[in-house]
């Protein structure tokens, strides 16, 4: 091969390889955007059931004056 057809080469291999990470990067882009949205989910579903348990302990504490109260 000549000098310039192994450059040639190469640089066909460089612009190859540029475009297939340039994909891969896309994709574990997309993909840390949808964990970060799920963990986003999750994190507001924790402040939810801490709600939850706080009312839950509320009620069981009115429930039992109620009955203390009979």
């Known amino acids: 091969m000549e000098k ?3 450059v040639n ?3 066909e ?3 190859k ?3 297939e ?5 896309e994709l574990e882009r ?3 955007q949808k964990e970060l949205s799920l963990q986003e989910t999750m994190s507001e ?3 939810v059931r801490k709600d939850l348990k706080k009312c839950e ?10 009955k203390k109260g009979k």
Do not use: A, P, W, Y
């Open 57 to 66: 302990e509320k009620i069981k504490e009115l429930t039992e004056q109620i």
């Open 30 to 32: 997309k993909m840390f």
């Open 4 to 6: 310039e057809q192994i």
């Open 13 to 15: 291999i460089t612009e």
């Open 17 to 19: 390889n540029h475009k």
């Open 45 to 47: 579903r924790i402040e």
């Open 21 to 25: 990470l340039i994909v891969s990067l």
């Open 9 to 11: 080469f190469r640089k």
